[in-house]
């Protein structure tokens, strides 16, 4: 079965850093563009981090940008979003998704229009 798995969610106090990852069962993550996205109680979903393949060019929502970081370890074939100085409005269940190449001539895959594959979601609460 071709699916994403995240882990790394918990409980952590304001300040705080967690670490999220993405890894591919059935698949590999290598040349897929790989997004994060989040949805809070009684919230919409919000993308908030993407990066692409090749190449590896990363973009935040401003809501994160500065204190997000995502990130791959091929040789892990997992994909990171390093999150800290957390704030009560980062609760949220996170989950990140996977787009193939949107062109078949350079492989170019970026976080653009509806995802192929998606995770379960990992829950953050940051609370004191």
């Known amino acids: 079965q071709l699916q994403l798995v995240e882990s790394g969610g918990g409980l952590v106090q304001p300040g705080g850093s967690l670490r999220l990852s993405c890894a591919a069962s059935?698949?590999?993550?290598?040349?897929?563009?790989i997004g994060w996205f989040r949805q809070a109680p009684g919230k919409g979903r919000e993308g908030i981090s993407c990066?692409?393949?090749?190449?590896?060019?990363?973009n935040y929502a401003d809501s994160v940008k500065g204190r997000f970081t995502i990130f791959r370890d091929n040789a892990k074939d997992t994909v990171y979003l390093q999150m800290n100085s957390l704030e009560p409005e980062d609760t949220a269940v996170y989950y990140c998704?996977?787009?193939?190449?949107?062109?078949?001539?350079?492989?170019?895959?970026?976080?653009?229009?509806?995802?192929?594959?998606w995770g379960q979601g990992t829950q953050v609460i940051v609370s004191s």
């Open positions: 998704a996977a787009w193939t190449p949107q062109d078949i001539t350079t492989l170019q895959a970026t976080c653009v229009d509806e995802p192929d594959y």
């Open positions: 059935g698949f590999t993550l290598d040349g897929l563009a």
């Open positions: 990066i692409s393949a090749p190449g590896g060019n990363t």
